[in-house]
Nanobody, 126 residues
Framework: EVQLVESGGGLVQAGGSLILSCAAS????????IGWFRQAPGKEREGVSC????????NFADSVKGRFTISRDDAKNTAYLQMNSLKPEDTAIYYC???????????????????WGQGTQVTVSS
């Protein structure tokens, strides 16, 4: 059974940092692209960042470029989202998602992902 579990969310002041983790189980992690998405109240889920299998392709939403970084440790079956210089508008539930296998490209579309975690809340106070 494919399982993704996010952690690392919390409350932080504007300008602060958080590191989100996405721990995966039930599949061969390094064969899958991983995406990070977020959903704020009353808004649609949006792509934040993604990293393909083998780190061949990495992308970021314009709103987080230069502030967020994404990485993966295939030996630990874990992906990370380092979030720096956080802003109140980054407040949302953050989700990680796994693509179908052997996806060597990165996508910011929810339809490109098959499995989802339960989400972790990030709240940035002003």
């Amino acid at each position: 059974e494919v399982q993704l579990v996010e952690s690392g969310g919390g409350l932080v002041q504007a300008g602060g940092s958080l590191i989100l983790s996405c721990a995966a189980s039930g599949f061969i992690f390094d064969d899958y692209a991983i995406g990070w998405f977020r959903q704020a109240p009353g808004k649609e889920r949006e792509g934040v960042s993604c990293i393909s299998s083998g780190d061949a392709d990495i992308n970021f939403a314009d709103s987080v470029k230069g502030r967020f970084t994404i990485s993966r440790d295939d030996a630990k079956n874990t992906a990370y989202l380092q979030m720096n210089s956080l802003k109140p508008e980054d407040t949302a539930i953050y989700y990680c998602a796994a693509s179908p296998p052997f996806q060597y490209y990165c996508s910011g579309y929810t339809s490109s992902y098959e499995s989802w975690g339960q989400g972790t809340q990030v709240t940035v106070s002003s």
